[in-house]
């Protein structure tokens, strides 16, 4: 009995550890959020050309060569389960969602080196509670698992910078597992060395921190070449960030997510935190934008820029009563600052985003130079956030394509600050709070659980019962029975990725709002031959010239070549 009891007792003991809470929490939710999204089906263009590419590195048919440009791991990942012999799209989702829950512990271990334990566990609960972060992390999508890698290279490096080391030959692979999730972590490269440039890195450890890197680095360059030759991947980044610097104004010219509008992200910024109402489309908890900001989320914004005045002021008093008039060299690089800040402001609407992130890196830095002396011993952290939100909205801001899941690479960041800001104000009022529950954990437990609360109700009243990929899946099947020899002939769809994934073979892209009308297009697709035309996005459909209707599903509409035209 005694063993028992002290075992119920021990269960008990560790379920009040927050890092045990987080992770119950956490997987809760994984497990609803994939099994929601597993019964709707996949429902994101990009993401059934990743299922495509992981059939292909899986040996299991061809695929389209121009995808094989893009995202290299997770394809790669869902292929190995693929050889094993479970082929499905549930594979990519329940990925996802397993790299969701890695990333989120990684989130609460970085926020207790700047926090203490019911702080963490408040600010990775909104971390969670984001509307981006819970609709994309069970999508199959390459965005939160990007961000959940780039977590653990940025804790890895602060570990590495502050603890040992040794964390640092950790931190260059977890970095390139970025990068090679999302081209864009690339970025992340900014707030990692200006950490690593900060304090004791470079005054006292810059010789071991470099062998760490150079050790790490040496071994990940092999396999950085192999995918440079193989996949393609690396050579088309590298062109990218090409195109970035000499041509920036134009990428996405004529797409529907062009939008050169440099502040659209900072005006959303309210809906990213928290959408309202409760009952809303599935588009709108995909694209915060296009729905309206919840009133947590102004209530938010006012608590937070009262605690971050009230931290921001007490750094710049400390720095005053440190600076006397005849200090030269003080005042030399405030001024120095200000300049920096002005020429990031004008770069920021005018340059590159590259210069303006270089700016960006080079304020950070002399900042940490100016106030780090004093009291301000979480100074050097709290500027690593900054660079790290400021380096990705900047790059996003500026780039013309707009997409709201793009703003995904800043939410640890802006997790951060929400938190910051709230337990500035927490800490300084809660002397007057007499219940010392309330004073110790109460208050960000609170916090934690509205935020929580108020996203998982929205989600639920946004969530569709099913999506296209269920109409598409029967459609093809229908076709295969129609036509047996399907398989062997062309076929085009404006929904070509879902299409492909379907039917397990190469269909053609063919969108009709492409071409100046529809004889022009029904004249393209007699050209290419194509025998089949899958019509799943128009919402008139189309009469073709030498093609007929054979088969309606909802949404979903097949056209067979007119036998008059048969070569």
């Known amino acids: 009995m005694k063993n028992k009891a002290g075992l119920v007792e021990n269960i008990r003991e560790r379920l009040k550890n927050p890092l045990i809470i987080l992770t119950i929490v956490t997987v809760t939710i994984a497990i609803y959020i994939s099994a929601v999204q597993i019964s709707i089906g996949v429902n994101y263009f990009d993401v059934f050309s990743y299922l495509n590419v992981a059939l ?3 040996g299991m048919g061809p695929v389209n060569p121009d995808l094989l440009h893009g995202p290299f791991l997770i394809p790669f990942l869902t292929s190995l389960v693929f050889r094993a012999g479970f082929v499905s799209s549930n594979i990519i989702i329940i990925i996802d969602a397993i790299i969701f829950i890695f990333g989120v512990i990684g989130f609460y271990l970085l926020l207790k080196q700047r926090f203490n334990e019911i702080q963490s566990l408040c600010g990775c609960l909104i971390y969670i509670s984001f509307p981006l972060i819970i609709s994309w992390a069970a999508s199959g999508s390459i965005d939160v698992p990007a961000i959940s890698f780039s977590i653990w290279a940025i804790y890895l490096m602060v570990r590495g910078v502050e603890e040992h080391s040794k964390y640092l030959y950790l931190a260059l692979p977890l970095f390139v597992l970025a ?34 890197l150079l050790v790490a680095g040496a071994l990940i360059t092999p396999v950085v070449i192999y995918l440079y030759q193989k996949f393609k991947y690396i050579s088309y980044l590298l062109l990218l960030m090409n195109a970035s610097i000499s041509n920036w104004r134009s990428i996405g010219m004529g797409d529907v997510a062009y939008n050169p509008d440099n502040l659209y992200y900072l005006h959303n910024l309210l809906n990213y935190m928290g959408v309202g109402p409760v009952k809303g489309s599935y588009y709108q908890l995909f694209s915060p934008s296009q729905a309206v900001p919840s009133i947590l989320s102004y209530l938010t914004v006012v608590l937070v820029l009262c605690g971050l005045s009230i931290y921001v002021y007490s750094i ?39 210069i303006t992130d270089i700016l960006l890196f080079l304020t950070c830095l002399l900042s940490y130079k100016i106030f780090h002396h004093g009291k301000n011993s979480h100074l050097k952290i709290d500027l690593l956030f900054l660079c790290w939100f400021l380096t990705f909205f900047i ?59 108020s996203s998982t109700v929205t989600f639920m009243g946004h969530t569709p019962n099913t999506c296209l990929i269920k109409y598409i899946e029967p459609s093809t099947q229908w076709l295969e029975d129609y036509d047996p020899q399907c398989q062997e002939k062309v076929i085009f769809s404006d929904y070509s990725p879902a299409v492909s994934w379907s039917m397990k073979k190469m269909v053609i892209g063919g969108v009709l709002k492409d071409f100046k009308n529809t004889n022009e297009f029904s ?38 070549k007119n036998e008059d035209f048969e070569s």
Do not use: C
């Not at 007057?432 to 609170?446: E, Q, S």
């Not at 050209?527 to 088969?551: C, F, Q, R, T």
């Open 56 to 58: 292909f590195y899986a």
């Open 179 to 212: 990068v090679l999730t999302r081209y864009t972590a690339a970025l992340l490269i900014f707030p990692m060395i200006l950490y690593l440039a900060m304090g004791s890195a470079l005054e006292k450890g810059l010789k071991t921190h470099l062998t760490h």
């Open 395 to 453: 790059m996003h801001s500026t780039i013309p394509m707009k997409v709201d899941r793009y703003f995904i690479t800043v939410l640890p960041a802006l997790a951060y600050f929400i938190i910051l800001g709230l337990s500035v104000l927490i800490e300084r009022y809660k002397l007057r709070i007499n219940n010392k529950t309330w004073k110790t954990w109460g208050l960000y437990a609170v916090v934690g659980l509205i935020f929580l609360t």
């Open 523 to 560: 004249s393209m697709l007699t050209a290419a031959g194509a025998e089949y035309y899958i019509d799943a996005l128009s919402e008139k459909k189309p009469v073709l010239k030498d093609y007929h209707v054979i088969k309606e599903n909802g949404d979903i509409v097949i056209y067979q």
């Open 316 to 354: 710049l008093k400390n720095k005053i009563e440190q600076v006397s008039q005849r200090d030269k060299k003080s005042l030399v690089q405030i001024v120095a600052l200000v300049f920096l800040i002005i020429l990031s402001l004008v770069s920021f609407f005018y340059l590159s985003y590259i």
